[in-house]
């Protein structure tokens, strides 16, 4: 079963470890997160952005897959289905279909305007049992056509969303989305630091977790992150075993162009990727 985010977050603040989102987007991309999850027992989110969520047909339709695999492969470990970077009118769509999470990404628009609709979010989350993300800054790069520069985001206003009562916060701390360029400048700890001061026990996100060094992330973790967001690499990893796949011929001996035995190795990349980062993480029998 579905759950909220809110008390594996709260624990893995208290744990000084992060649980890691991983963004879905097929059966294949779901499937393999949750097995390694399993095997791991660790707790996971998947995520699911508005464009990720309208490929696989709508959100219906996620959240049915979704459950019919906890069922089918008997996941024991606390799974949480969570909007990404969502809109307002997104958010209100995930909660009817069914998620267990939502973050409204507010960070775009005038504070006033974020602290009013996080607010009237919080209110209808809080009555379904729903855990809610907000963002106060931004992200720098371009996820499902919203762009950011990458600006660190005011400790301030974070404390004003934070009062609101949402479960997590995402802050923008010179993180990025997609891959990191050469001339990148790192995270800002200065602005995290400050941020955790006050914000208190409230977990903080990390996103564009792909890509970031490890001492960053355990530094990052031990500032109050509690959620690390992962897509990129998963999809650089399924690219680049799909690519060998098929540059070596297997889709040509025998049966190998069947579906089945094609999107294989990709799935089995995320695997390993999903591993490494749940270690990095420190997530590991945390369920």
Same mark, same amino acid.
């Given at each position: 079963?579905?759950?909220?985010?809110?008390?594996?977050?709260?624990?893995?603040?208290?744990?000084?470890?992060?649980?890691?989102?991983?963004?879905?987007?097929?059966?294949?991309?779901?499937?393999?997160?949750?097995?390694?999850?399993?095997?791991?027992?660790?707790?996971?989110?998947?995520?699911?952005?508005?464009?990720?969520?309208?490929?696989?047909?709508?959100?219906?339709?996620?959240?049915?897959?979704?459950?019919?695999?906890?069922?089918?492969?008997?996941?024991?470990?606390?799974?949480?289905?969570?909007?990404?970077?969502?809109?307002?009118?997104?958010?209100?769509?995930?909660?009817?279909?069914?998620?267990?999470?939502?973050?409204?990404?507010?960070?775009?628009?005038?504070?006033?305007?974020?602290?009013?609709?996080?607010?009237?979010?919080?209110?209808?989350?809080?009555?379904?049992?729903?855990?809610?993300?907000?963002e106060v800054g931004s992200i720098g790069g371009e996820e499902?056509?919203?762009?950011?520069?990458?600006?660190?985001?005011?400790?301030?206003?974070?404390?004003?969303?934070?009062?609101?009562?949402?479960?997590?916060?995402?802050?923008?701390?010179?993180?990025?989305? !997609?891959?990191? #360029?050469?001339?990148?400048? *790192?995270?800002?700890?200065?602005?995290? $630091?400050? =941020?955790? /001061?006050?914000? !208190?026990?409230? #977990?903080?996100?990390?996103? *564009?977790?792909?890509?970031?060094?490890? $001492?960053? =992330?355990? /530094?990052?973790?031990?500032?109050?992150?509690?959620?690390?967001?992962?897509?990129?690499?998963?999809?650089?990893?399924?690219?680049?075993?799909?690519?060998?796949?098929?540059?070596?011929?297997?889709?040509?001996?025998?049966?190998?162009?069947?579906?089945?035995k094609l999107l294989k190795p990709g799935a089995e990349a995320?695997?390993?990727?999903?591993?490494?980062?749940?270690?990095?993480?420190?997530?590991?029998?945390?369920?």
């Amino acid at each position: 079963m579905l759950v909220s985010a809110k008390e594996m977050l709260e624990k893995a603040k208290k744990g000084h470890y992060a649980v890691g989102q991983f963004n879905i987007n097929n059966l294949e991309w779901t499937r393999s997160i949750l097995q390694t999850a399993e095997e791991l027992k660790s707790p996971v989110i998947l995520g699911v952005s508005e464009g990720a969520g309208k490929w696989m047909v709508g959100y219906h339709t996620v959240v049915g897959m979704v459950n019919g695999m906890l069922k089918d492969m008997s996941i024991t470990v606390p799974v949480a289905l969570h909007l990404d970077h969502g809109s307002y009118e997104g958010a209100l769509a995930c909660i009817e279909a069914g998620f267990s999470s939502i973050m409204f990404d507010g960070s775009h628009c005038p504070i006033e305007e974020n602290i009013e609709k996080t607010k009237e979010l919080v209110k209808l989350t809080t009555e379904k049992g729903i855990s809610i993300e907000a963002e106060v800054g931004s992200i720098g790069g371009e996820e499902d056509g919203v762009v950011g520069a990458g600006e660190c985001a005011d400790p301030q206003e974070c404390k004003m969303i934070a009062d609101l009562g949402v479960t997590m916060l995402a802050a923008g701390i010179g993180n990025i989305h !997609g891959k990191y #360029p050469a001339n990148w400048k *790192g995270l800002s700890f200065e602005t995290l $630091d400050a =941020i955790q /001061k006050l914000t !208190g026990d409230l #977990p903080l996100v990390l996103h *564009g977790g792909t890509g970031i060094p490890a $001492d960053m =992330i355990k /530094k990052a973790i031990d500032l109050g992150v509690s959620k690390i967001n992962v897509n990129t690499e998963c999809q650089l990893s399924f690219a680049e075993a799909t690519r060998k796949y098929i540059e070596d011929g297997k889709d040509l001996q025998g049966k190998g162009y069947d579906p089945r035995k094609l999107l294989k190795p990709g799935a089995e990349a995320i695997k390993e990727t999903v591993k490494e980062k749940m270690e990095l993480f420190g997530s590991i029998g945390k369920a």
